[in-house]
């Protein structure tokens, strides 16, 4: 019987995975103060996909805390995903923090555990974090630049 290796975490993946997002995020929240919140409704030429809404939560000098959510096509049928998501000015990295109000992610877990967390969770929710951001660049159409002033 073979036995299976440890995962070892991979820094540099998981800081590549950071930093994009953090260029997706400043992307798409541009300068919206604390409090604000950016709704991008997605759709292609054939569907809605519901409303990809990013929330400043808090702005300061160093870091900022984004509320990230979608709703739309699905409510009240699933728990629709939710992050906390804190982008670090100074090293321009975006992390997620919490993700279904978990907190905390190991750079690494022991696999199988209680909480059935993959061994690579915390890479997962970034990446996860950076697909639904990237589909929000390719198919979202921002509120804002229809506003009047």
Wanted: glycine share 6%; proline share 4%.
């Amino acid at each position: 019987m073979s036995r299976r290796t440890a995962y070892v975490t991979d820094l540099r993946t998981l800081q590549a995975e950071c930093t994009a997002n953090f260029v997706r995020l400043d992307r798409l929240l541009g300068d919206t103060a604390a409090g604000e919140r950016v709704e991008l409704p997605l759709a292609s030429h054939t569907a809605r996909f519901g409303t990809l809404h990013l929330e400043v939560v808090e702005r300061a000098p160093y870091t900022t805390v984004v509320r990230v959510f979608q709703s739309g096509v699905l409510d009240g049928m699933i728990d629709a995903p939710r992050m906390m998501v804190h982008l670090y000015h100074d090293v321009q990295m975006a992390e997620v923090t919490d993700f279904q109000r978990k907190r905390h992610f190991e750079g690494r877990y022991r696999y199988p555990n209680a909480h059935m967390h993959q061994p690579d969770e915390k890479l997962q929710l970034n990446r996860f974090l950076g697909e639904w951001l990237e589909h929000g660049l390719a198919h979202g159409h921002d509120t804002r630049i229809f506003e009047t002033p």
